[in-house]
């Protein structure tokens, strides 16, 4: 086994809070960490860094953990500029263009869907990415929804059924409610951790209360997880609906009751509110509070959305950056939400610090300190190690 030293980290952020200064972030400045089979095998000063097989000198950048993009719609094809310009020119996001891309995305072959989820992987990964979940949601169809996702599984195990996206053209609603809890959730369960439902009656496309229930029901009943995009347009019943049923996340958060905040706090973190600041960046929107969020307790993550409709970015430096303008975070708080808050949102405890037996998941910053995240919107200031690479420079 290979042991890798990556050390001259000017300031690396573990999220480890008993590891450094600053909880939870957990700072160490002249850190080192030592990668041995992918996994973290020692974390401090550089100073007291053991011996190894390699090394990676860093000359004073800033280490944080690998970003946790725990919402995106990779798998498609085709875009929707022309929907995004003519919004420019006034009118709102009501999912009605979604059907364009799920034209699009049954007419494209899996290897041309491979190669532009490839691509798109590539892109998140070269800002800082080192994890992230794929929704399907284009192919609205038994075999294509089912396959939408093992495309997706190719590149993550993070893969979540959205058969209810919207209702496609031609179906009837009720119809295709029974469908989205019956035969093509049980294609599709096979390939997904994951079940999520587009939970918005100010929307004709998506979906009630009670027919997001239905399917999440029955997903929870085949072993899939729960995620739950919820109050993106309107003050609905997503959010309540999440938290009643277990479910790890409660996407968009943007239009919340007291009674929605109070639910989100009362799991204690077990549901967790991810807010897409830019989703509402992209679509001219009220952004999501997520001062009211963590005043009130409530874990906040933060994930791109990247999708043709709403959001067709894959930074989450730009997402950070958005929730420390528009959110009310501070630098401190978005960078944990778009690392360890993702991993929760994941449920995952392998990902989004950086202790001993921790996935060696590390973002890379052009820049002394994880404050230039923020500070340094639209630069290209991040991008996931890649130690085989490196090895190889
Ligand atoms: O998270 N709101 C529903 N789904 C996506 C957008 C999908 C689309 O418009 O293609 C979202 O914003
Ligand atoms: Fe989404």
Not at 68 to 93: I, K, M, P, Q, W
Not at 255 to 278: C, E, I, K, Q, R
Not at 344 to 356: F, H, K, P, S, T
Request: proline share 4%; with cysteine.
């Amino acid at each position: 086994m290979t042991a890798t030293l990556v050390t001259g980290i000017g300031q690396l952020v573990t999220n480890d809070p008993g590891a450094g200064r600053a909880p939870p972030l957990g700072i160490v400045e002249g850190a080192a960490v030592v990668v041995e089979d992918g996994r973290v095998a020692w974390v401090g000063a550089a100073a007291h860094a053991p011996g190894a097989d390699r090394r990676l000198e860093l000359e004073g950048r800033a280490v944080v953990p690998g970003f946790v993009d725990s919402h995106t719609h990779l798998v498609f094809a085709g875009d929707r500029a022309a929907e995004f310009e003519a919004r420019c020119g006034g009118g709102t996001y009501d999912g009605g263009g979604v059907a364009s891309t799920v034209a699009a995305t049954r007419a494209a072959t899996d290897s041309g869907l491979l190669a532009l989820l490839a691509s798109r992987v590539a892109e998140l990964r070269a800002q800082g990415t080192t994890t992230v979940e794929i929704k399907s949601g284009y192919g609205l169809g038994v075999a294509e929804e089912a396959r939408l996702l093992r495309l997706a599984r190719a590149w993550t195990s993070e893969t979540t059924y959205l058969g209810a996206h919207v209702v496609p053209a031609g179906v009837a609603r009720e119809e295709y409610v029974r469908l989205a809890y019956g035969e093509m959730l049980a294609a599709c369960a096979g390939y997904a951790r994951w079940a999520d439902v587009f939970c918005e009656p100010a929307s004709p496309h998506a979906f009630n209360g009670d027919e997001a229930r239905a399917v999440l029901v029955a997903a929870r009943a085949a072993g899939l997880g729960l995620r739950v995009h919820a109050n993106q347009l309107s003050a609905g019943p997503g959010v309540r609906l999440a938290v009643e049923l277990g479910a790890a996340s409660a996407d968009h958060c943007t239009h919340l009751s007291g009674a929605d905040v109070d639910a989100l706090a009362g799991t204690g973190g077990s549901t967790v509110a991810t807010l897409l600041p830019g989703a509402e960046f992209c679509t001219r929107s009220p952004f999501a509070d997520a001062r009211r969020l963590l005043d009130a307790g409530v874990v906040v993550a933060l994930a791109t959305d990247c999708n043709p409709g709403t959001c067709y970015t894959s930074s989450m430096p730009f997402v950070i950056a958005l929730a420390v303008r528009e959110l009310g975070m501070t630098p401190a708080e978005a960078l944990w939400a778009a690392t360890a808050g993702g991993a929760q949102a994941l449920r995952r405890e392998d990902i989004g610090r950086l202790a001993v037996g921790a996935a060696a998941d590390m973002a890379v910053i052009d820049g002394p300190s994880y404050v230039h995240l923020a500070y340094r919107p639209g630069a290209q200031i991040s991008r996931a190690l890649d130690l085989a690479a490196a090895a190889a420079a």
